[in-house]
Structure formats: structure tokens, C-alpha cells
């Protein structure tokens, strides 16, 4: 019971964020969605409909390099690759959706990453 109302009041919070923000091509919208097991981010052109960028650490090869991995570490790692791919279709400014998250931990490393990676928010 009180896991789905968590969930619930999450999906209200993005709903509301999402209400003020919108990406464009030329400052497309990060988007954050994070599991339990998983982080993954996509940049987004809302006015196209279309994801121009997607990084998840499931597909990632880091966890068979290192096994001292955190969930954390993995979440920087994917916001630095998603900035590498962003900068490669030229793109420099984006917008941070943090899907109703706190600005906290996983969602807080994915950020950091992009902008360690080059990207502007």
C-alpha cells in the first residue's frame, strides 16, 4: 500500500514539472528514469516527439571492468557517455527533467556527469 502511493505521488510531481518544462531541438529535455536495478536518460525533442539520445548502464560494459561499481558511479558514468553523444550531434544546451525524483543521489551523479561531460543546464 504505501509503495503504491509513493509511486503515485512521483507520477504526480512529473506530471507537474512536466507542465513547465518542454525540450526543443535546439535544448532538448534530459529525462531521468530510475529502477531499482537501473538508471537511464534520454534527450528528448518534445516538439518532434522524438528521443535524439538514450544512455542506459545496462547496456553498459563498465560493470565487467570494475566490480567496485556503485549504482552511483554508474549513474555518473551515464550522464558523462550521454553528454559525449550530445556533443556529437551538437548539442550543448539541454533541459534537466528529473521525472519527480528528488534531486538527490543516482539523479543527482546523472546530472553532475552531463555537465562534467560539457553539457550546459
Known sequence: MIQVKKQLQR?????RVRAKINGTSKCPRLNVFRSNKYIYAQLIDDEKGKTLVAVTDKT???KSKIKEFSKINNALEVGKILAEKAIEKKIKK????????????????????????GLKF
Open 11 to 15: 507520477e504526480k510531481r512529473h506530471r
Open 60 to 62: 553498459l560494459k563498465i
Open 94 to 117: 539541454i533541459v534537466f527533467d528529473r521525472g519527480g525524483y528528488k534531486y538527490h543521489g543516482r539523479v543527482k551523479a546523472v546530472a553532475e556527469g552531463a555537465r562534467q561531460g
